[in-house]
């Protein structure tokens, strides 16, 4: 059983950063790719950023390019998401998510697996 355990979520000033970390269990997990979604309250979930198996290959959001940078650590079986210069838009509950793919995918439906999610809240 694939288990995804996301920390380090909090509350920021606008312009602060979070470092986002995901646990991941179950499976060999250099072998698939990772990726974080977003859900602010009363939207739908979007996708924020994703990383193929070896960590060469990198996906975001238009939203979030040159603010988010995705990065794994397959040793550790760990995909983090740092995020800088935080806007009180990018509040959201956070999602880790991994699938039966090896690259960097942005399709919500290819990610089968997805953590409990960890609250971010960026105040202005």
């Known amino acids: 059983q694939v288990q995804l355990v996301e920390s380090g979520g909090g509350l920021v000033q606008a312009g602060g950063s979070l470092r986002l970390s995901c646990a991941a269990s179950g499976r060999t997990f250099g072998s698939y790719g990772m990726g974080w979604f977003r859900q602010a309250p009363g939207k739908e979930r979007d996708f924020v950023a994703a990383?193929?198996?070896?960590?060469?290959?990198?996906n975001y959001a238009d939203s979030v390019k040159g603010r988010f940078t995705i990065s794994r650590d397959n040793a550790k079986s760990t995909v983090y998401l740092q995020m800088s210069s935080l806007k009180p838009e990018d509040t959201a509950v956070y999602y880790c998510?991994?699938?039966?793919?090896?690259?960097?995918?942005?399709?919500?439906?290819?990610?089968?697996?997805w953590g409990q999610g960890t609250q971010v809240t960026v105040s202005s």
């Open positions: 998510v991994t699938g039966s793919t090896s690259y960097a995918s942005s399709r919500m439906n290819e990610f089968e697996y």
């Open positions: 990383i193929n198996w070896s960590g060469a290959t990198r």
